[in-house]
């Protein structure tokens, strides 16, 4: 996370150095201005996503995470999490946070994978704007060519990686979030 904060950091002056020379304070601090007006539009929504996500940690016992989601429940938690993945509303600041948290309550990485790749393929609340602006037909053959990408995402990434990636992740996001609390 450190890192990731730097680079960005990093671009971020870097992006501002290209807008001093293009078009001075003016423009530098038009950038600064877009960008504090984009975090003014989307901080609500964050705050919520964290918030559920910190509220489903607490609420859904591990034990049931495990018994639901995890290595136990098989093809079973695959499809209940793409079914989740699927319904889900909100864009990646809602529905990462509660992958994460889905995995550190012991969720197999498959089914978190199946649950990020259905939200990405599925996602129920877009389908009227979908059909509007491409047509039923277009909308209907997409989500029949991509209906299985969730489950065999999920069953790769099983087979693939297994538990030893779910730890290492967990201890990751263990590790991201002391850090955060000492900061």
């Given at each position: 996370?450190?890192?990731?904060?730097?680079?960005?950091?990093?671009?971020?002056?870097?992006?501002?150095?290209?807008?001093?020379?293009?078009?001075?304070?003016?423009?530098?601090?038009?950038?600064?201005?877009?960008?504090?007006?984009?975090?003014?539009?989307?901080?609500?929504?964050?705050?919520?996503?964290?918030?559920?996500?910190?509220?489903?940690?607490?609420?859904?016992?591990?034990?049931?995470?495990?018994?639901?989601?995890?290595?136990?429940?098989?093809?079973?938690?695959?499809?209940?999490?793409a079914v989740?993945?699927?319904?889900?509303?909100?864009?990646?600041?809602?529905?990462?946070?509660?992958?994460?948290?889905?995995?550190?309550?012991?969720?197999?990485?498959?089914?978190?994978?199946?649950?990020?790749?259905?939200?990405?393929?599925?996602?129920?609340?877009?389908?009227?704007?979908?059909?509007?602006?491409?047509?039923?037909?277009?909308t209907l053959?997409?989500?029949?060519?991509?209906?299985?990408?969730?489950?065999?995402?999920?069953?790769?990434?099983?087979?693939?990686?297994?538990?030893k990636m779910?730890?290492?992740?967990?201890?990751?996001?263990?590790?991201?979030?002391?850090?955060?609390?000492?900061?």
């Amino acid at each position: 996370m450190r890192n990731t904060t730097i680079g960005m950091a990093v671009v971020a002056v870097i992006l501002t150095i290209l807008a001093y020379v293009q078009g001075g304070l003016k423009l530098v601090s038009r950038g600064f201005a877009n960008g504090g007006q984009m975090l003014l539009q989307v901080f609500p929504l964050l705050l919520v996503a964290f918030l559920v996500a910190g509220l489903i940690q607490t609420l859904v016992s591990q034990e049931m995470i495990k018994k639901w989601l995890g290595k136990e429940s098989g093809f079973k938690g695959l499809l209940l999490g793409a079914v989740a993945g699927a319904l889900i509303p909100g864009g990646p600041y809602v529905f990462y946070p509660i992958a994460a948290s889905f995995l550190m309550g012991g969720a197999e990485i498959g089914t978190v994978l199946a649950f990020v790749t259905a939200k990405n393929l599925w996602t129920l609340s877009r389908l009227p704007m979908e059909i509007a602006l491409i047509g039923s037909h277009i909308t209907l053959v997409r989500y029949v060519i991509t209906f299985a990408f969730p489950i065999l995402v999920g069953l790769v990434a099983n087979a693939v990686y297994g538990e030893k990636m779910s730890q290492r992740i967990r201890h990751q996001i263990s590790e991201i979030s002391k850090k955060g609390e000492e900061a």
